[in-house]
């Protein structure tokens, strides 16, 4: 093997090397989607909190809707609106949601609590 | 001769270096974006490369969105700018009185309900504005109304009467006390509305999520179908099926959405214009078209037909796939979505393999 050789061989384990990182900067867009599930908090617009699913327990916390106080409840996997000070009720009636691509809506307040996370179904039709 | 091997790297290099940065241009990014629109949520998805195209593509989809709105609002309060600028009020306030000219987005959701009123029997039906107001379930206080007003408020439904110019652009109501009511179109019209302003724009990638009412345009970021989840009419959480879907609408109507209870009965928002009742043959129905409007009208009208009847209605329409639940938990689907659909066992329905 001469010089030249040596080079072609550099030439061609760089060549290799800078596809493999391409393909993993694609890839590596694919495998962040493959991630924990997590509860996604919005009100009006802003996401506000971020809780990595299960949580041992049952916890809850209170967020600030647009006509007031909403209690989140989180049980293992599962999430819901416990408390909502609108009429309706419809987001406290919905009850648990634990699947990603499922999301739980308090319309009055602008509220959005969703799941996201591993192989989640795109969206729900209800 | 080494030398001449070390110049030929050079370009070798080169090349490699355009393709790596081609393909990190080629990169598809994701825009998604949540509003309160319609009463309900919309939210809409879309991908592509360039992140500024993507904002303003969404941006003139809810444009878009908010103008229909705008259009159908049948509550606003009266002397308000949206009570002006609702056709639907101006129809309604001047039925039996003169013909209303109204923008021709109102025409096409008129003239398609029209046409599946009359493709149904009056089954599905727009005028059934006075029935939904005396069951109230656009309020808070939804309640079973004495029998002779429901003969009343039906003697006011008929799409017969609803009288459609589209060359002068004009609606007319022709009796005194009709309503329209497009809660079972409007939403999805301005969907598929939303969404072909997305592809104006160069996108063909998108999701639009309206409070459950599904638009996909292509195919998801992993270049598959997306997938899309049937909530189980029973339990909020849960999924009686998976539909994989590209290209085309999914909306679901079901007894779930808004109801109220009474003597052990479940009295929901989908009437039948017939009967002045609620329907009873479904807990839900999701119809699978190309088109969101009319998968819409479809979802309601399916719902009210009992399941046997939607199955063949469905059959002899064409253009539609439709997946039900009956109200004796039967999972029902058209013949076409065998193989694709997925039916998840454990919601306690009865499902026949083959059917």
């Known amino acids: 093997m001469n010089r030249g050789d040596k080079f072609l061989l550099a030439g061609i384990l760089l060549v290799s090397l800078l596809i493999l990182a391409a393909l993993y900067s694609r890839f590596s867009r694919y495998s962040t989607a493959i991630k924990a599930a997590q509860a996604v908090v919005v009100v009006q617009g802003k996401v506000i909190r971020r809780v990595t699913l299960p949580v041992p327990g049952k916890s809850s916390f209170v967020v600030r809707g647009r006509i007031g106080p909403s209690t989140v409840e989180i049980d293992g996997a599962q999430v819901r609106i416990r408390e909502a000070p609108c009429s309706g009720q419809v987001c406290v009636r919905q009850g648990w949601i634990s699947h990603p691509g499922q999301s739980v809506v308090c319309i009055p307040g602008e509220i959005i609590i969703r799941i996201e996370g591993a192989n989640p179904l795109d969206a729900v039709t209800r | 001769m080494k030398r001449?091997?070390?110049?030929?790297?050079?370009?070798?290099?080169?090349?490699?270096?355009?393709?790596?940065?081609?393909?990190?241009?080629?990169?598809?990014?994701?825009?998604?974006?949540?509003?309160?629109?319609?009463?309900?949520?919309?939210?809409?998805?879309?991908?592509?490369?360039?992140?500024?195209?993507?904002?303003?593509?969404?941006?003139?989809?809810?444009?878009?969105?908010?103008?229909?709105?705008?259009?159908?609002?049948?509550?606003?309060?009266?002397?308000?700018?949206?009570?002006?600028?609702?056709?639907?009020?101006?129809?309604?306030?001047?039925?039996?009185?003169?013909?209303?000219?109204?923008?021709?987005?109102?025409?096409?959701?008129?003239?398609?309900?029209?046409?599946?009123?009359?493709l149904s029997d009056g089954a599905f039906d727009v005028t059934v504005g006075p029935l939904m107001d005396l069951w109230g379930f656009g309020g808070d206080s939804p309640h079973i109304p004495p029998p002779e007003q429901i003969r009343s408020a039906l003697a006011l439904i008929g799409s017969r009467d609803l009288l459609l110019d589209s060359r002068q652009q004009t609606a007319f109501l022709r009796r005194r006390g009709m309503k329209l009511d497009l809660g079972a179109i409007a939403k999805g019209y301005a969907t598929e509305k939303a969404l072909q302003t997305l592809k104006k724009y160069g996108i063909r990638k998108a999701l639009i999520d309206a409070g459950g009412n599904i638009r996909v345009l292509g195919r998801n970021q992993h270049d598959t179908s997306w997938s899309i989840g049937i909530r189980d009419p029973r339990k909020p959480d849960g999924i009686v099926a998976i539909l994989p879907l590209e290209d085309a609408a999914a909306v679901t109507s079901g007894d779930y959405y808004r109801y109220f209870e009474a003597g052990g009965v479940r009295y929901h928002h989908?009437?039948?214009?017939?009967?002045?009742?609620?329907?009873?043959?479904?807990?839900?129905?999701?119809?699978?078209?190309?088109?969101?409007?009319?998968?819409?009208?479809?979802?309601?009208?399916?719902?009210?037909?009992?399941?046997?009847?939607?199955?063949?209605?469905?059959?002899?329409?064409?253009?539609?796939?439709?997946?039900?639940?009956?109200?004796?938990?039967?999972?029902?689907?058209?013949?076409?979505?065998?193989?694709?659909?997925?039916?998840?066992?454990g919601g306690g329905y009865h499902y026949e393999q083959g059917r």
């Open chain 2, 4 to 118: 001449r091997r070390l110049l030929l790297l050079i370009p070798l290099l080169l090349f490699l270096a355009i393709l790596v940065a081609s393909l990190y241009g080629r990169r598809s990014r994701e825009y998604a974006s949540d509003q309160f629109l319609m009463d309900t949520l919309i939210s809409i998805k879309v991908y592509g490369r360039d992140p500024k195209v993507l904002k303003s593509a969404v941006s003139a989809a809810y444009a878009e969105m908010h103008r229909i709105a705008e259009l159908v609002d049948g509550f606003p309060q009266p002397g308000t700018a949206a009570y002006n600028s609702s056709d639907v009020c101006r129809i309604n306030r001047q039925a039996g009185l003169q013909p209303v000219r109204v923008d021709p987005d109102v025409i096409a959701m008129l003239l398609l309900a029209k046409k599946y009123n009359e």
């Open chain 2, 270 to 345: 989908i009437l039948d214009p017939r009967s002045g009742y609620p329907a009873t043959g479904n807990m839900t129905v999701t119809a699978i078209a190309a088109d969101a409007g009319l998968a819409d009208v479809f979802s309601t009208l399916f719902f009210v037909l009992p399941p046997h009847k939607a199955m063949e209605a469905a059959a002899r329409l064409g253009g539609v796939d439709i997946f039900l639940v009956t109200a004796n938990r039967r999972i029902l689907h058209t013949p076409s979505l065998k193989g694709r659909i997925e039916i998840l066992s």
